[in-house]
C-alpha cells in the first residue's frame, strides 16, 4: 500500500463516509417509523388496510432498489414534481427499508406475551397505545438483531445512490480512482471504511446474553 496516496485519500473518503452514514442513518430512521406503521396496518381488523399493507410491501421487496431510486429521480420531476437528488436518496432508502422493517416488526409483534396485551387493556390503554407503549418495544428488543441485519443491508446498498450523483463514500472513491489512477487502492479504502461502518453496526446488534 503507498501510504503517502492513503495520506491523501482518507480526508476525502472520510468526508464520503460522513455522507454515506448520514443519508442511511436517515433512511433508516424514515424506515422503522414506516415500517412501524405498517406493520400495525398488516396485522389491523380492517380487510383494506391489510390489503394496502401486502401491496406496499410486495412492491418494495419486489422492485429493485436502483430502479426505485431511479423512478424517484427522474420520474418524480417528469410528473412535475422536482426534488433534490438528497431527498430522492433518503426518501427511496427510507421507503425501501419500510418494508422489510415491517416483515421484521411483524414477526417481532406476533412474539409478544397475550398476557402483556391482556395487561394493557385491563389497565385501560387504547389500541394505539398498546401497540406504541407495549408491543412495539418488546417486538423491538426481540427483533433487534434482524432490525440491525437490515440496517447494514440499507448502509451497503447506500453506494446506489452515487448514481444520481450524491457524493458519498462509493462516488469519492470512484472519483479518487479516475484523477490518481489507482484504482485498487482507492476501492480497497473504500471497501475498507464500509468494512469499519458496519463493524460498529454488528457491534450494536450483537447479543451479549448468547455469547
Keep these: 500500500m503507498d501510504w503517502a496516496f492513503v495520506e491523501e485519500a482518507l480526508p476525502p473518503l472520510l468526508r464520503g463516509a460522513v455522507a454515506t452514514v448520514a443519508v442511511s442513518l436517515a433512511g433508516i430512521a424514515l424506515g422503522f417509523a414506516a415500517g412501524a406503521a405498517i406493520a400495525a396496518a398488516s396485522t389491523a381488523a380492517s380487510r383494506g388496510l391489510r390489503g394496502a399493507a401486502a401491496l406496499y410491501i410486495s412492491f418494495f421487496r419486489g422492485v429493485p432498489l436502483l430502479v426505485q431510486l431511479l423512478l424517484a ?12 437528488a438528497i431527498v430522492a436518496a433518503v426518501g427511496t432508502l427510507g421507503l425501501c427499508c419500510a418494508a422489510y422493517m415491517a416483515e421484521i416488526l411483524r414477526g417481532g409483534l406476533a412474539t409478544v ?28 428488543r426481540t427483533m433487534r438483531p434482524a432490525i440491525v441485519g437490515e440496517a447494514i443491508m440499507i448502509m451497503k446498498a447506500s453506494s446506489l445512490i452515487s448514481l444520481v450523483g450524491i457524493m458519498e463514500l462509493t462516488r469519492t472513491s470512484q472519483a479518487l480512482a479516475s484523477s490518481t489512477f489507482m484504482p485498487l487502492q482507492s476501492y480497497a479504502l473504500c471497501g475498507g471504511i464500509y468494512l469499519v461502518i458496519n463493524f460498529v453496526l454488528m457491534a450494536v446488534g450483537w447479543d451479549r446474553k448468547r455469547a
Design 113 to 140: 406475551p397475550p398476557g402483556a396485551v391482556e395487561a394493557a387493556r385491563l389497565l385501560g390503554l387504547t389500541r394505539a397505545q398498546t401497540f406504541l407503549r407495549i408491543r412495539l418495544p418488546i417486538a423491538a
Design 73 to 84: 429521480y427522474y420520474a418524480l420531476p417528469f410528473l412535475g414534481i422536482d426534488i433534490p
